[in-house]
């Protein structure tokens, strides 16, 4: 199976570097898309990869405005959330590099790497905004029912999260 995004198409969704480690974003994409993107869609995930070339799934993964009882709504793309998963994970491994002796972090005369908790603290970002970006995605995908029906049928009405329920404060 074959990665939904590429490296260079991650690079245009989550600035990364001019220079990308295309190994380690493939494997953070590989990571999130069998983990991460299963994990919201359920079933329908295989729905998606068995029709990725699939005219009518153009869409649901580029992104598009469409309308819901005569309100028009935005949904940023499966590519787009993908790509949030994939940073996500790529954050942890940005600065390390395994070699036969173990794990190591770059160290260069220029720069030193970043404390910990703020990885933790983008990384836990980046889940409150993919799971905000999910749910026009999620009234995208009910919304064409007829056109995505696995998708309807087969998913519990509470998205998943992550665990995490968040609440709008206004």
């Known amino acids: 199976m074959s990665n939904i995004i590429t490296a260079q198409e991650f690079a245009t969704y989550r600035d990364v570097g001019k220079k990308l480690d295309t190994n380690k974003i493939d494997e953070c994409i590989k990571q999130a898309q069998t983990i991460d993107l299963y994990d919201v869609l359920n079933d329908f995930y295989f729905d998606l990869i068995e029709n990725i070339d699939n005219e009518e799934y153009a869409?649901?993964?580029s992104g598009s405005t469409f309308t819901v009882k005569g309100?028009?709504?935005?949904?940023a793309g499966l590519n787009s959330l993908l790509a949030d998963y994939t940073y996500?994970?790529?954050m942890y491994s940005v600065n390390t590099n395994l070699t036969p002796f173990?794990?190591?972090t770059k160290l260069s005369n220029d720069?030193?790497?970043?404390?910990?908790n703020l990885?933790?603290?983008i990384s836990k970002q980046t889940q409150i905004?993919?799971?905000i970006k999910f749910q026009m995605i999620?009234?995208?995908l009910k919304n064409n029912s007829s056109r995505f029906p696995r998708y309807s049928t087969g998913n519990n009405e509470n998205i998943n999260t992550g665990s995490q329920r968040f609440t709008v404060i206004k």
């Open 129 to 131: 905004d993919a799971s």
């Open 88 to 90: 996500n994970r790529y």
């Open 119 to 121: 990885l933790k603290d």
């Open 111 to 116: 720069s030193q790497p970043i404390d910990r």
């Open 102 to 104: 173990g794990a190591v």
């Open 138 to 140: 999620d009234k995208y």
């Open 59 to 61: 869409d649901l993964l």
């Open 71 to 75: 309100q028009s709504y935005i949904q």
